[in-house]
């Protein structure tokens, strides 16, 4: 089983094929060659756990396949997490350069030596975005070929 974490940062405004876009293109960023089935824990702002957009995003979600555990943060704990990527907005707002990177990695820090698989990408309405953190796939052993 290979546990994933999804942060999802998200304006009020924010649609179900918002989040639909966001994911299409994290799930092709992930390793195409991973059949490993997947326990996925979303991650979300508590601030903004109670807002439409977030209704949004659970109704969407109820039609993935498998068990979603959810996670809601407070603002204090993504607070200066160090991110990838870098939005001076949000560094002002938030303490962080993305709110889905630092969530994902929050949710993330359970599970010893996660680290962001994809980084975050950003939905065609720029609505949404969407982050996940995770253990990387082991590399398979190829004789003849060092790691």
Request: charged letters at 15%.
């Amino acid at each position: 089983m290979r546990y994933l974490f999804a942060g999802w940062g998200f304006q009020a405004g924010a649609l179900p094929q918002s989040f639909e876009s966001c994911w299409t293109q994290a799930c092709q960023s992930l390793e195409s060659a991973d059949s490993a089935p997947c326990r996925w824990t979303f991650a979300l702002l508590a601030t903004r756990s109670q807002t439409s957009a977030a209704r949004a995003l659970q109704d969407w979600a109820s039609q993935i396949p498998g068990h979603i555990d959810w996670k809601t943060c407070a603002e204090s704990a993504i607070a200066h997490i160090a991110t990838p990527s870098h939005s001076a907005r949000l560094q002002q707002r938030f303490a962080t350069g993305s709110v889905a990177e630092a969530l994902a990695l929050h949710a993330g820090a359970a599970l010893a030596h996660s680290r962001l698989l994809v980084l975050r990408t950003v939905s065609a309405d720029r609505r949404a975005t969407l982050a996940i953190a995770g253990l990387p796939l082991p590399t398979p052993f190829i004789p003849g070929v060092l790691p």
